[in-house]
């Protein structure tokens, strides 16, 4: 049961969206508001081709993920990367909680000023590692990388690719509009992820404690559970009397997290600089004897700030096949190695591939459903109240997001329906914070949470454990975000 617990509620969660379809009707908006035009239910040649439609559309995600377990499938064979893990850990000692804290930080102030939160999963597994090789467990774990990432995405302040659609719909020209509210939001948002999180540990270290002193026999015990906690995810230790060199294993994840940074962070259309694509059109222009060099060796790409994770994905198996040259992996041990970091990859990027074929059975683009549910259930919503209400409109952004499931797809959803009914525009940089900042609360949580289940499904969290972790983080973060927006409706 527990095994597949988040395969079970994924494919509920798929069920349910189908089930919706014949619910609710179809209809479309313009100008003049929304026109309801009866229905159109999903059946099930239709659900067979909302999969092939996903796999279309999605599939470089899954790749990803693949790809990503066979990178760290080719670094548990490298002895190194586990001594650079080690020497951390031993570094860290006695700091154990403050490293955590640093750990939410970045990730969270990564993804609120460069919205490259999928690209930092390329991360996680080490991360992961890192946690559990410090003592604590999967559930930590999942904490630190999850919770932090959609503080970042709540707390939005640059990251343009999350909220160009918001910017666009409200025509709201400054990425700085209402940037003081964002900041209180992840400032008070990490304040709690890391407070909740140090309860959490505290309150295990109690059970432990408890456990330990009532024989030798449960100490034993505990050492064997902890032996299995990390088993799986931390690469075997290395013999001490064993000779190897870490540099290469540092400088390619150091040269990695370099690249995620500056390729995905949208420097022109959060910043305003052009510098990269200047450079890359200087390269893709230089000549030598009237022969485009360069322009024929790297071929088609894009200058940083606007990668897609189809460039990332070039990069991440360039560096696996560069780490296994340095470090003289036969050819088939590299084979046999990526593979079985690709099969332990397999069950999240299944995962995620079915949250996509939910999405797909509520796209707008893709049929006219989208316009049935959607825009049916928030026109309602929204039309309770003249002008913009807080509370109506946090409860459309929650819905939003559980449909759409990514942040571009979910405010374009919603905020279609918003001028027709909305008049008064001075609410615009309001709605823009409440649907930001409801998105990345609510995707702590929802069954439709590509990166939460994902991550849930390889560290082999059961859905129903994580939600009685995170409940109360839940509704304090809740609390947060609805008195920051009252303060702001009555400023």
């Known amino acids: 049961m527990k095994k597949h617990n988040i395969f079970k509620v994924v494919l509920i969660t798929l069920l349910v969206m189908v089930l919706l379809t ?72 006695g700091k154990e909680k403050v490293v955590l804290s640093i750990i939410m930080v970045l990730l969270a102030v990564l993804t609120s000023v460069g919205g490259i939160q999928l690209g930092l999963v390329v991360f996680f597994p080490m991360l992961i590692a890192l946690i559990l090789l410090m003592g604590y467990d999967k559930v930590v774990a999942a904490l630190t990388v999850v919770g932090s990432t959609m503080i970042g995405i709540a707390g939005t302040t640059f990251g343009y690719s999350n909220i160009n659609v918001i910017m666009q719909a409200l025509n709201i020209s400054k990425i700085t509009s209402e940037i003081l509210a964002k900041i209180v939001i992840l400032v008070l948002g990490l304040v709690l992820l890391i407070f909740n999180t140090l309860m959490y540990i505290k309150k295990q270290e109690n059970k432990t404690t408890k456990k330990a002193t009532k024989a030798a026999s449960k100490i034993k015990k505990e050492v064997v559970a902890k032996v299995d906690e990390i088993e799986g995810f931390v690469p075997e230790k290395v013999s001490a009397r064993k000779k190897v060199s ?194 990345g609360l609510t995707m702590l949580v929802a069954p439709t949470s590509v990166i939460l289940m994902g991550t849930l499904t390889y560290l082999e969290i059961p859905y129903t454990k994580w939600l009685k972790t995170v409940w109360k983080l839940v509704l304090e973060l809740l609390a947060v975000l609805l008195v920051v927006f009252i303060i702001l409706a009555l400023v």
């Open 246 to 439: 870490s540099w290469p294993v540092i400088t390619v994840l150091s040269v990695l997290f370099i690249i995620v940074v500056l390729s995905l962070v949208s420097w022109s259309g959060a910043f305003k600089i052009t510098v990269f694509e200047k450079a890359t059109e200087a390269v893709t222009k230089f000549e030598l004897f009237k022969f485009p060099l360069f322009a024929k060796i790297l071929g088609t790409f894009n200058p940083f700030g606007t990668w897609t994770i189809n460039d990332l994905n070039i990069v991440i198996v360039l560096f696996t096949l560069l780490l296994a040259f340095i470090y003289k992996m036969e050819t088939d041990e590299v084979i046999d190695a990526f593979v079985a970091g690709a099969k332990k990859a397999l069950a999240p990027a299944f995962i995620v591939f079915l949250i996509y074929v939910c999405f797909v059975c509520t796209l707008s683009l893709y049929q006219p459903f989208q316009a049935s549910f959607n825009i049916f259930m928030y026109n309602g919503l929204l039309s309770l109240t003249k002008e913009f209400n807080i509370f109506t409109g946090t409860l459309v952004a929650i819905l939003a997001s559980v449909f759409n499931v990514e942040p571009s797809y979910t405010f374009q959803s919603a905020l279609v329906v918003l001028p027709t009914i909305i008049k008064s525009t001075s609410d615009y940089s309001i709605v823009a914070v409440v649907f930001q900042s409801v998105y």
């Open 22 to 93: 014949w619910l609710f009707p179809v209809g479309t908006i313009s100008t003049t508001g929304y026109s309801e035009q009866g229905r159109a239910q999903i059946g099930l040649f239709d659900l067979v081709n909302n999969t092939l439609a996903a796999l279309s559309y999605f599939g470089n995600i899954v790749i990803y993920i693949l790809i990503v377990g066979g990178f760290y499938g080719i670094l548990s064979k490298i002895p190194a990367y586990r001594v650079v893990l080690d020497k951390l850990v031993t570094k860290f000692k």
